[in-house]
């Protein structure tokens, strides 16, 4: 059993660029899950994914924005980079979107210059 | 309007003695409440959890204690082990209309010392 994968591991973007991040879900979960953890904070929940469709969304403006694929699969878009953006962004995965538990992956760290 | 709380940044403990992490919440909505451990370079890395409707989990050396009337959740560790230091994180989740997310804290660091 394959866990929850990201890619890339780091990325260096400027102000104004756009960026997108990939996930890879744990074998057999629905539902993913994008969260931003900046530098001395915990996760804070971008959106949540479930069977291709968004299924819930924090407080983030609309050039954050993903997608979902039929492998379960997903992608984080950021578009007009700011400064603010630099952080850790982790992708989770759960088994359906009513499970509790979500299991993270290693993170993909963004700086933006 | 932070919704989960950890107020200690940090906590030093000795190898082998109990490791006691708090955690706060002002959400009556959070029905189920989790711990993480993250290591440097790392996604966090689920830890235990508990249900509202219980007040201990005990997994192994963790066991986890929810006070629903005081709003506060604790994690205790024993025995502590050097290879626990680490950021813990307390989440809690419930629906709201926002999916089911997860709210974090801000984290402890645990020291844990020869």
């Known amino acids: 059993e394959t866990g929850v994968t990201q890619s890339p591991t780091h990325l260096i973007k400027t102000r104004g660029q756009q960026v997108t991040l990939r996930c890879s879900s744990q074998?057999?979960?629905?539902?993913v899950s994008w969260y931003q953890q900046a530098l001395g904070q915990g996760p804070q929940f971008i959106f949540q994914?479930?069977?291709?469709?968004?299924?819930g969304r924090g407080n983030f403006p609309p050039r954050f924005s993903g997608l979902q694929f039929p492998n379960y699969s997903s992608e984080l878009n950021v578009n007009a980079l700011e400064l603010d953006d630099s952080a850790l962004y982790l992708c989770?995965?759960?088994?359906?979107?009513?499970?509790?538990?979500?299991?993270f992956g290693p993170g993909t760290r963004l700086t933006v210059l | 309007d932070q919704q989960v709380k950890q107020n200690s940044p940090s906590l030093s403990v000795q190898e082998g003695r109990i490791s006691i992490l708090n955690c706060d919440y002002t959400?009556?909505?959070?029905?189920?409440f989790l711990w993480y451990k993250k290591y440097p370079a790392e996604g966090p890395t689920f830890l235990i959890s508990i249900s509202s409707i219980k007040d201990k989990n005990e997994d192994g050396r963790f066991t986890v204690f929810l006070n629903k009337s005081a709003k506060h959740l604790s994690l205790h560790i024993v025995p502590s082990q050097p290879g626990d230091s680490a950021v813990y994180f307390c989440a809690a989740s419930g629906w709201g209309g926002g999916g089911n997310k997860l709210t974090f804290g801000t984290g402890t660091q645990l020291k844990v010392e020869l």
């Open positions: 959400n009556s909505m959070f029905d189920y």
């Open positions: 994914y479930y069977r291709e469709e968004e299924n």
């Open positions: 989770a995965s759960s088994l359906t979107s009513q499970a509790d538990t979500q299991y």
């Open positions: 074998s057999g979960h629905n539902t």
